[in-house]
């Protein structure tokens, strides 16, 4: 059994474990996997708590999306080399894990989604539903460092699934870059400044510790 003394981490949890019926495996392995902490590198105590306790709906996708997320039922070796088409492989076969991972209020749409666009044809890596942003969240993965080029393409379909794809009454579509690596200033720069809705996170392929994800908030705070 694991004991947490933080109020608040432990609130958290609680929380989040009866909103999503976790069971004991599930419940030790968002534990084990920093969850709590990853969700403070992007937001607020406050917001983040409130939201878990159900006492606000998540309005900005930073307050349930986390940065990094951890792959690490994946089975993929953190040192190897993979395809993108391998990593979507990996992560449709284990989609449960994935979806747990994700965050609350995710369900699959698709894979390798085709788009037509004035003669051209373009496939998105996931499409997913989020019912309470109530918006579609894109997915595009990336096994490299981030580049401006990524951010464009995943631009393009955000817009397409904007001007095509969402009904009046739903949010703007949210987009994902699942990536290797990052340069925060470049996903910055390559963006407009009120840009809400492309987000950067990277992926681990293992647990990460506290100490870690600590000195990954250093390095996050010291680019922006």
Sequence with gaps: MISIDNEDKRSFYFSESIKNTWNARELERQINSQLYERLLLSNDKKSILAVAKNQKNPELPEEIIKDPMVLEFLGLKREAAYYEKDFEQAIITHLQDFLLELGNGFAFVARQKRIHIEGDDFFIDLVFYNRLLQCFVLIEIKTHKLSHQDIGQLQMYV?????????????PTIGILLCADKNNAVVQYSLPENNKTIMASKYKLYLPSEKELLKELKKELESE
């Design 159 to 171: 817009n397409y699934y904007d001007r095509v794809e969402k009904k009046d009454f739903e949010k």
